[in-house]
Nanobody, 126 residues
Framework: QVQLVESGGGLVQAGGSLRLSCAASGRTFSSYAMGWFRQVPGKEREFVAAITRGGGITNYLDSVKGRFTISRDNAKVTVYLQMNSLKPEDTAVYYC???????????????????WGQGTQVTVSS
């Protein structure tokens, strides 16, 4: 069982930055690939970024490439999403997810993740 707690969301002007954090419980954090997804009302949850267990492979939604960076610190059992040059269309609830032994080919697929956080709101004003 893994519990995930996101933090770092908030209100920011377009062009600004935020860093989301996701703290995990348990001692097996390094066994999980980690992902960030986002959702706006009335739309399906959307993949944003993911990182493999050892951090060697990352994957991003095309629209965030070059602006967002995912990283993890296995010693601190935390995954981060650094978001720069934010745009109003980035406004959403952002969720952290953990997938046990998830392969790199599957890290963009929400249905392959085992645990989810409660979400943190990110609002970007124009």
């Amino acid at each position: 069982q893994v519990q995930l707690v996101e933090s770092g969301g908030g209100l920011v002007q377009a062009g600004g930055s935020l860093r989301l954090s996701c703290a995990a419980s348990g001692r097996t954090f390094s066994s999980y690939a980690m992902g960030w997804f986002r959702q706006v009302p009335g739309k399906e949850r959307e993949f944003v970024a993911a990182i493999t267990r050892g951090g060697g492979i990352t994957n991003y939604l095309d629209s965030v490439k070059g602006r967002f960076t995912i990283s993890r610190d296995n010693a601190k059992v935390t995954v981060y999403l650094q978001m720069n040059s934010l745009k109003p269309e980035d406004t959403a609830v952002y969720y952290c997810a953990a997938g046990l032994y998830l392969q790199s080919k599957d890290i963009t697929l929400a249905q392959r993740y085992d645990y989810w956080g409660q979400g943190t709101q990110v609002t970007v004003s124009s």
